[in-house]
């Protein structure tokens, strides 16, 4: 039996050591030196290869690296009966409150001006928006959303959520699917934490930006896929959203030649909003590793017909 770690452009080897931290009698490998493929029966995996899940004819579970499953769920040569799982553990969450109330409030206190006017020693006050008269609307109330949403709310925004079912939470509205339009009629923050699938690929475009509040802006933290580029570019330069916060790209890394990169109403980081911990995630792959040995459940099991 062994637990196979399948990765490109990503450092495996702090993810090997820490399970063999965990337990030093695991048969850990790294792809592509994978010395006897057909004992692989676990694999944990991160913008795999297509197609390389065929090489293990033993294969019974395969992990995302992470919270998104969106790179498992399409590749048709995973067999149905492959079962999928993702990393839900409290350093994601806690790093993604982080990075949405930060980027909220250097929305509302005009950040991305004053970098600019220090560049030419310009001395300029702006009045900033009052918190309290700006909601949040979150899309996606998942793990990472319904947390993010406790964070703005407690630091004194207003929040709103949409998500697939209405979720009950103390001081946040809550819409469900069919409530589209009210939810986004009262937000003016909107943040991005959907998982990609075939109903939330292409959301973000100019029907839905010209349905949010006044101002508006975008927080896109879920997948670049989610976002209608050219729609954002026409909602910038014509004032439906004031500004955008992109942690996520279509391609990755964005290309140097791509127009995002010059636009001062645009601020980009390299998909960096939450960032697995190898040892956090190492636990939660111990466990699901051992799980399947022993035939029991595996936590955080993805619904593969639903997507996510
Ligand atoms: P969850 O699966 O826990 O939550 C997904 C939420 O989206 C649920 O509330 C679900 O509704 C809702 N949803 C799904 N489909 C629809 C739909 N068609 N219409 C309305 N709501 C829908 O995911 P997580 O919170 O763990 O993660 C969300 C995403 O964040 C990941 O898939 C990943 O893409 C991204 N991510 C980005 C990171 C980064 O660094 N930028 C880091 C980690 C994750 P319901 O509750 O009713 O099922
Ligand atoms: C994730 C991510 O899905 O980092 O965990 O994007």
């Known amino acids: 039996m062994s637990l196979l770690l399948v990765a490109q452009n990503r450092d495996m080897k702090p993810f090997r050591d820490e399970i063999l931290e965990i337990d030093s009698n695991i048969d850990v490998e ?26 293990y004819p033993n ?62 020693a310009d001395w300029i006050p702006h009045q900033h928006l009052p918190k309290e008269e700006m909601t ?13 949403a406790s964070r703005l709310q407690v630091n004194g925004f207003r929040v709103c959520g949409w998500s697939r079912s209405k979720k009950e ?3 946040i509205d809550t819409y469900d699917n069919g409530q589209l339009d009210d939810f986004l009629n009262k937000t003016h923050i909107l943040v991005c934490l959907l998982p990609l699938t075939s109903q939330t690929d292409g959301i973000l475009d100019l029907d839905l930006f010209k349905k949010l509040g006044k101002p508006a802006f975008l927080i896109n933290a879920a997948r ?5 580029e050219e729609d954002l570019i026409y909602a910038l330069d014509t004032g439906l959203i004031n500004h955008a916060v992109l942690d996520v790209f279509t391609e990755e890394p964005l290309p140097g030649s791509h ?18 911990d190898p040892k956090e995630a190492a636990s939660l792959i111990v466990e699901n590793y051992k799980r399947l040995l022993s035939g029991m459940e595996l936590l955080h099991e993805v619904d593969r017909e639903r997507g996510y």
């Open 136 to 148: 949040v609307g979150i899309m996606g109330m998942g793990e990472l959303g319904s947390a993010v």
């Open 224 to 228: 670049g896929e989610h976002l209608v």
């Open 259 to 276: 127009p995002f990169w010059g636009r001062k109403k645009i601020t980009i980081t390299p998909h960096i909003a939450s960032l697995t």
């Open 30 to 55: 790294i792809w592509p030196a994978v010395s006897k493929p057909e004992r692989v029966q676990f694999a944990v995996a991160w913008n795999h290869p297509k197609q390389v899940f065929r090489q």
């Open 59 to 120: 294969l019974k579970a395969i992990s995302s690296l992470g919270a998104g499953v969106d790179h498992l769920i399409p590749d048709e040569s995973i067999p149905q009966q492959v079962r999928l799982t993702r990393v839900v553990v409290p350093s994601l969450k806690e790093q993604m409150c982080d990075f949405v109330l930060t980027s909220a409030l250097n929305l509302i206190r005009n950040t991305q001006a004053y970098h600019t006017q220090q560049q030419r």
């Open 169 to 171: 939470i103390d001081g």
